[in-house]
């Protein structure tokens, strides 16, 4: 550490930072606009200007821009010395020339960066008396809204979205007081991290559509931290509340996970918990109709039915821990579905098994940022775990850092260290059957079927390590890929691994996991990692239970028994006639879930669940991190947590083998006294008891309005705050609220002149790094034991051979359109394209076919994709009535009305 003076107090700063990092750290005030901590340096606003002196006998000193300066020691600097207040506040006057002075009516009013560094720099009265210059806004899609006229040219969105996310259709026109952000023509944004220009925008340029169109002020909302359920990667999120509604979803920081950024479909997907579609009241079938009841009359009901015979239950991978564990705690160990059907179901188990057993790390997303040499193989990361493919798209600028050492060039520098890294060939190489929105970014992006990129992957780790699994007959094109991949991954001092279950392929699971191994075998400080399909897919696989496909051998013959769906739409996982075989088997099917979807609706007795926002829960995100979301919504009666439903069905039904479960942090003692590996999810966040300071901490601003201002038109008399007893947090503004606070409690971040997001600094223990509370989350596979299986893998599959006359349909998952809930979200609707299958052969050229696989048939849109090779073709899965998830042969017959014949498409 270095030791610098900044006005007379002497301060440690770290030798590889700048000056402003150094004056925030050390809690100074310093105002900034273009500087952000993860996008670097460039000086383009000249806001952060400080005195520096060259010894302790210099009294003139001079003007430097702190975020361009590198701390030294012994620095001398002043944040307060006049002339640089001087020069700040006419920084901020003339940047502000132009701006059209709209707080009362502008979204971002009350967390706005340019309102708290205007106040900063004393910056109160207007001199400009000219007519200011005027922009006309652009359509940016259903996400990000456009208000260009508030812009100050700090330059962070075309660096955010070009640099760092690698977006091209937003851009800088023109130049000097015409400056212009924005796209060539109005459109939709095209990058699935658009929404992050709300949050990296320190003005009111860009914000938040969906937001506008329930505005409500920052003071006048509640915020809660919550856990991102839309893919495996767990993102920490806050979620703001008013008047019973999710009104937005912020970005919460994790120093390993999502640190500063959001994927859009984690951050606009929220919308489906205030949609008509959730489930809101209990009911059962009376005379062939679903008829709503009181939540005793339908409790009772369950209890008449629970005698009929046996009762299996039905979990979930997107249901929360303790639901799960209810459930199965109700039906017995082994009458418990994981919900998930085969081949998911076991290749859930297996990615579990191989990561436990690895000698490689388990990567977090912010190592895999600093990797400088990783694989990916056959996974679209971008489309299965969109924050994952920002993370890896980061590899470049490690690349990038390599040349600017060399140089002795500071990483923080961005704009020299992209200069000096232009032509630095990046380490990344992506292995897939069709492109992938990574492919700009790699060294190479390479196409092979499944089960070729499998071998391709038994190959390197053979290429590694001799003693691994050797692969007979690769082609010399391959041999030669596989010799330049491995030497990449040898040579780097940080390698990673990537793959995932898109594709449903052990093979490629095992040939990842023989690489990693390979590499530690090698002194490597190898990092694994799998994309897993759900938030809680290995919450399950840890927690146990059979697969979906075995349930029916539980079954009886349809006079009895009763099956349990906890939160999961079976339909989306069987195809009709195994649903319709399933079902058939039971006398009655019971749901509990929080949305109508097409499982609840052919129930027989329906038990209103809360969303994720209406309670508290545990998922456990692809590396095993067993992470805390808690309640910012309090839901009025009946609707409850799904493990409070199956508590009181177990009661009323006289099941004394369930526990009466009071709170969360009881069921959570359950679970990690009866399952060894979830033993330490209590660790993941302070339980319902925690007190700060002697008090719980407050969920709210301390100026938020009075409780009775919003329901003023019915009562002026206040009324009791809602009351959970599943969080530590109070409903209220009343309550502790500060900076050291443990990070999985944060409900919003502000501190004193500090009320946007940027106040996050003051929580961090160092700028980027750790927060002051500490890490969010626990890992559960850290001190898992190992399987006992071999050091390699040897099932190495034969090559791809193509059949003439029939085709490979590939599932194609897309980062908006193939999620389940999050399509349920009317921005993300909108921003989802139209589905169509691609086929690789110039034989197709478009329009309506036939599908035909498994026997059966389809009708679907064509479209020629001269990307994919021939005889390949991708599909979304749900597109057609059946489940549809592995990979199979299939033929296409072109509808009569299109061409004349039918022969089939190969």
């Known amino acids: 550490m270095a030791k610098i003076l ?109 309102q708290d560094m205007t106040v900063m720099t004393g910056h109160r009265e207007r001199r400009y008396r000219f007519d200011k210059r005027t922009h006309n806004n652009q359509d940016l899609g259903p996400f990000v809204k456009h208000e260009m006229n508030r812009c100050i040219a700090c330059y962070r969105c075309v660096r955010f979205y070009r640099d760092y996310a690698g977006g091209e259709d937003l851009g800088v026109f023109a130049s000097h007081n015409n400056v212009y952000f924005g796209r060539h023509e109005s459109g939709t944004l095209e990058s699935p991290f658009s929404g992050n220009l709300i949050e990296v925008c320190p003005t009111g340029v860009f914000t938040d559509k969906p937001f506008s169109k329930m505005y409500s002020r920052k003071w006048d909302m509640r915020g809660a931290p919550s856990v991102c359920g839309n893919c495996s990667t767990g993102c920490n999120t806050i979620i703001n509340e008013r008047a019973g509604k999710v009104k937005r979803t912020l970005n919460r920081y994790n120093d390993d996970v999502n640190r500063y950024f959001l994927c859009d479909r984690g951050r606009f997907g929220y919308d489906w918990v205030n949609a008509p579609t959730r489930l809101r009241s209990a009911g059962y079938v009376i005379e062939d109709s679903m008829t709503p009841v009181p939540a005793q009359a339908a409790l009772d009901r369950f209890a008449q039915i629970a005698t009929a015979g046996s009762i299996v239950g039905i979990g979930s991978p997107r249901a929360s821990l303790e639901s799960n564990f209810a459930l199965k705690t109700l039906v017995g160990e082994g009458n418990f579905s994981t919900g998930m059907a085969e081949p998911e179901h076991s290749l859930v188990k297996l990615a579990a098994e191989l990561l436990a057993a690895s000698p490689a790390r388990i990567a977090t997303l912010h190592e895999m940022e600093a990797s400088d040499g990783a694989v990916v193989l056959g996974e679209d990361v971008t489309a299965t775990s969109p924050r994952m493919s920002l993370a890896l798209r980061q590899i470049k600028r490690t690349a990038f850092n390599k040349a600017a ?128 399909p759900e938030a809680n897919s290995m919450g399950l696989a840890l927690m146990g239970g059979i697969s979906l496909d075995a349930v029916s051998q539980l079954a009886g013959t349809g006079q009895g028994g009763t099956l349990v769906v906890l939160e999961n739409d079976l339909s989306r996982r069987l195809d009709a006639e195994a649903l319709d075989a399933l079902l058939s088997k039971f006398g009655n099917l019971v749901v509990i879930d929080h949305s109508v979807n097409p499982t609840a609706i052919r129930s027989q007795l329906a038990f209103p669940s809360t969303a994720y926002s209406e309670c508290g829960g545990t998922l456990v995100n692809y590396e095993g991190r067993a992470q805390r979301f808690l309640q910012v919504v309090y839901p009025e009666a009946p609707l409850q947590v799904g493990w409070r439903w199956i508590r009181d069905m177990a009661e009323a039904a006289g099941f004394e083998h369930v526990p009466q479960w009071g709170d ?54 206040d009324i009791p705050p809602p009351y959970s007893p599943d969080t530590p947090l109070h409903s209220t503004m009343e309550g502790s609220y500060t900076t050291d606070m443990p990070g999985t409690l944060v409900p ?159």
């Open 405 to 532: 050492d060399g140089a002795r060039v500071p990483h923080w520098m961005d704009a020299a260290v992209r200069t000096l890294g232009q032509d630095t060939i990046s380490p990344l190489f992506v292995v897939s059957p069709a492109a992938t929105d990574l492919d700009g970014f790699a060294h190479s992006a390479l196409r092979a079927m499944p089960d070729d990129i499998a071998r391709l992957g038994f190959a390197i780790a053979h290429k590694i390590d001799a003693s691994a699994p050797e692969v007979s007959g690769l082609s010399d094109e391959d041999s030669e890929r596989v010799a330049t991949i491995a030497d990449a991954l040898l040579t780097a001092e940080r390698p990673l691994i990537v793959s995932g279950l898109q594709y449903a392929s052990p093979a490629l699971l095992r040939a990842s996991a023989n690489i990693a191994a390979a590499l530690a075998a090698k002194g490597k400080d190898a990092a694994l990692a799998f994309v897993l």
């Open 6 to 114: 900044i006005d007379g107090r002497e301060v440690e700063a770290r030798p590889n930072e700048n000056l402003l990092q150094a004056c925030l750290e050390a809690g100074v005030d310093l105002p900034y606009f273009c500087w952000h901590p993860e996008l670097g340096s460039v000086g383009a606003c000249r806001q952060c200007a400080v005195k520096q002196f060259a010894n302790a006998d210099d009294k003139r000193g001079r003007i430097v821009m702190a975020c361009m300066t590198p701390v030294t020691e012994g620095a001398i600097i002043s944040v307060e010395d006049p002339e640089a207040k001087e020069f700040r506040g006419e920084v901020v006057e003339w940047l502000m020339t132009n701006h059209p002075h709209d707080c009362p009516v502008c979204e971002e009013g009350g967390e706005c960066h340019l």
């Open 664 to 717: 969360l942090d009881e069921i959570i003692a359950s679970i990690s006294a009866e399952i060894p590996a979830l033993s330490r999810i209590g660790e993941a966040a302070p339980d319902a008891h925690y007190k700060l300071e002697g008090t719980p901490v407050r969920s709210q601003p301390h100026r938020i309005s009075g409780r009775t201002a919003i329901r003023a038109n019915i009562s002026v008399k």
């Open 748 to 906: 919003f971040y502000q501190v004193p002149g500090w009320n946007s997001e940027q106040s996050l600094n003051r929580f961090q223990q160092e700028i980027g790094g750790e927060m002051r509370g500490g890490k969010s989350g626990v890992c559960l596979l850290d001190d898992a034991p190992a399987s006992g299986v071999n050091a390699y893998y040897g099932d190495i599959p034969e090559a791809f051979v193509p059949r003439d006359g029939e085709f490979m349909l590939l599932p194609e998952y897309r980062v908006f359109g193939t999620d389940e809930m999050s399509m349920m979200s009317a921005p993300i609707k909108e921003r989802a394209g139209p589905a169509y299958i691609r086929i690789g052969s110039a034989q197709a050229a478009g329009g309506m076919v036939e599908l035909v696989l498994n026997g059966k048939s389809f009708p679907v849109e064509m479209r020629y994709d001269p990307s994919l090779p021939p005889g390949v073709a991708t599909l979304p899965p749900h597109m057609v009535a059946r489940a549809f998830s592995a990979p199979g042969w299939a033929t296409m017959r072109i509808q009569a009305a299109q061409t004349a014949g039918t022969e089939n498409v190969a």
